[in-house]
């Protein structure tokens, strides 16, 4: 037959209060923050769907600063553009109200003085910056994307920012696409002195260059010396190949300008279809520009519906019920005290009592 002595009796009674106040102590501390999990190991896959809808959470503020950003930056940049189109349609009324043969060539050069400005409002437009960042350079954001003269110096390609999972927007543009025709769109070589009193005398100088200007060939010692010499303007002579030109809003407003001091209107009336297409493209950039802002707002809705659904699925996992949790307070509270009493009675004991 064991014998239970005291000391095991003390020990299962401190083992006994330590555990009731161990969950009474969890129980105070879900009610004073009202989570059901305080630590890992209170609930092992729910801490997991915790942690995820945690690290989802962060994500989504990410992507909602970089939507902030891209949409400032295509707010400014539909600006830049709107402009341009404003310029673009002042140059068209100019070149509609221009087109007729009754006006004064003195007019006309006021005209062309304006046409100019207009041009370097372009050339400034297509050159502007956010920040120290050009929004038309395309990757080159740091390098003037025009010259002065209207030359496309930046490159194809666009930089663009994550605005959601695996959805990404551009902010910086291609300034070749907005201000210049698609490629393999000849550019009119028609020169703005035709039907002028300068026409004849170009005339004369283009009949000079053309003249037969023969090779100078030097004899060979070890060769015979060739009489049947090719000119080297010949029709039949390899020419090299010469990149097509483009029509751009920089070259029809140059062009219009020198037409108008040339006193040119039939240059001016072929102006038009250009100065429309110009116009075309931009409202085209603008409508890309409202679609893409678009798409933002609905990424960014898109993130803040899944906010709240993540929060209540969250909250489902982690928040504590509070009716079962002070149930369960008031029930441990009852045990403790139970505990304690039972065992006051139990430590009572003394030798005298086992002697009698």
């Not at 729910?46 to 902030?68: C, F, H, P, T, V």
């Not at 000119?231 to 039949?236: E, K, Q």
């Not at 960014?300 to 699925?313: F, Q, T």
């Not at 504590?320 to 004991?349: G, P």
């Amino acid at each position: 037959m064991s014998r239970v002595s005291e000391g095991s009796t003390i020990h299962a009674v401190n083992f006994s209060i330590g555990k009731t106040k161990e969950k009474l102590e969890n129980l105070q501390l879900q009610g004073s923050n009202l989570k059901r999990v305080q630590k890992p190991s209170d609930d092992p896959v729910g801490n997991m769907e915790i942690l995820s809808i945690r690290s989802r959470k962060i994500d989504g503020n990410q992507y909602k600063r970089n939507a902030s950003v891209a949409k400032a930056q295509l707010s400014f940049t539909e600006n830049a553009i709107e402009e341009l189109t404003d310029i673009m349609v002042k140059a068209k009324e100019l070149t509609i109200s221009q087109s007729s043969n009754i006006f004064d060539p003195a007019i006309r050069q006021s005209v062309a003085k304006e046409v100019a400005q207009l041009h370097n409002q372009a050339i400034s437009i297509g050159n502007r910056r956010l920040g120290n960042k050009y929004i038309f350079g395309g990757h080159k954001t740091l390098t003037k994307p025009f010259s002065d003269e209207g030359k496309y110096l930046g490159d194809s390609k666009q930089t663009k920012v994550e605005i959601g999972k695996d959805i990404f927007v551009p902010i910086t543009f291609d300034g070749n696409s907005i201000f210049f025709e698609k490629n393999g769109t000849a550019m009119k070589s028609e020169s703005p002195l035709k039907n002028s009193p300068f026409e004849n005398l170009e005339k004369q100088f283009k009949t000079k260059r053309e003249a037969p200007q023969f090779e100078e060939i030097t004899p060979d010692n070890n060769s015979e010396p060739n009489i049947n010499r090719i000119p080297a303007n010949d029709p039949a002579a390899p020419k090299p190949l010469a990149e097509e030109a483009r029509s751009s809003i920089f070259t029809n407003l140059k062009t219009l300008e020198n037409a108008l001091i040339t006193d040119n209107h039939e240059i001016i009336q072929d102006l038009l279809p250009g100065l429309d297409d110009n116009i075309d493209r931009l409202v085209q950039a603008r409508t890309s520009l409202g679609s893409t802002m678009n798409k933002i707002d609905y990424s960014v809705s898109a993130i803040e519906k899944n906010d709240i659904i993540n929060e209540e699925y969250k909250s489902k996992i982690e928040d504590a019920d509070v009716a079962e949790l002070f149930t369960d307070l008031s029930r441990q509270q009852n045990v403790l005290n139970a505990t304690y009493k039972s065992s006051a009675q139990l430590m009572n004991n003394n030798l005298m009592k086992y002697i009698n």
